[in-house]
T-cell receptor
């Protein structure tokens, strides 16, 4: 079984400030981890993913995330928030043995960016 | 990049009618497509996994007779909400997994907002 917990359903930062969105997972086998962004009334767009290799993963729009096995975490960061980053962010997990690649999503974190 | 489309993007229907939502992979073949439901300000809930040429696999608690899924080709899956009721109003999102390349990534459609009056 696998699960994802996103701490903080709402995060508010000022424009230019650091963005940190937290994601912790549980998986009995090595995980594949994803971050998606969703803008209002739209589908999900992949920000970045970790499968194997380098644990620090860089994605689109200046976001990056680090896979920390010892902490079972995959937190999403961005050094400087932009107004256009305001959206809903979802962390998701699957694993290498999941032939169907079924994703399990966290509850989501709504990022608000203040001018 | 891999593009998934959904049609319609928005539909309003009367209670008791059936609504069909299409999910298409535009530039790749998808042996597997997934259907999700998202309630307002909530996360995505997997409804079913759709495999081309075979019956869909439904998640626990999802009525297969109410949410009919057909995956007739490698580029098209349809979700039909039969005898829709107001509680079926939701945002429905599909995703598709490519038969080639990175097998661990799902590409998501833009979603369909269903409102049942």
């Amino acid at each position: 079984a696998q699960s994802v917990t996103q701490l903080g359903s709402h995060v508010s930062v000022s424009e230019g400030a650091l963005v940190l969105l937290r994601c912790n997972y549980s998986s009995s086998v090595p995980p594949y981890l994803f971050w998606y962004v969703q803008y209002p009334n739209q589908g999900l767009q992949l920000l970045l993913k970790y499968t194997t290799g380098a644990t620090l993963v860089k994605g689109i729009n200046g976001f990056e995330a680090e896979f920390k096995k010892s902490e079972t975490s995959f937190h999403l960061t961005k050094p400087s928030a932009h107004m256009s980053d305001a959206a809903e962010y979802f962390c998701a997990v699957t694993h290498v043995n999941n032939a169907g690649n079924m994703l399990t999503f966290g509850g989501g974190t709504r990022l608000m960016v203040k001018p | 990049g891999a593009v998934v489309s959904q049609h319609p993007s928005r539909v309003i229907c009367k209670s008791g009618t059936s609504v069909k939502i299409e999910c298409r992979s535009l530039d790749f073949q998808a042996t597997t497509m997934f259907w999700y439901r998202q309630f307002p300000k909530k996360s995505l809930m997997l409804m079913a996994t759709s495999n081309e040429g075979s019956k869909a696999t439904y998640e626990q608690g999802v009525e297969k007779d109410k949410f009919l899924i057909n995956h007739a080709s490698l580029t098209l899956s349809t979700l039909t909400v039969t005898s829709a009721h107001p509680e079926d109003s939701s945002f429905y999102i599909c995703s598709a997994r490519s038969t080639s390349g990175s097998g661990n990534e799902q590409f998501f459609g833009p979603g369909t907002r269903l409102t049942v009056l």
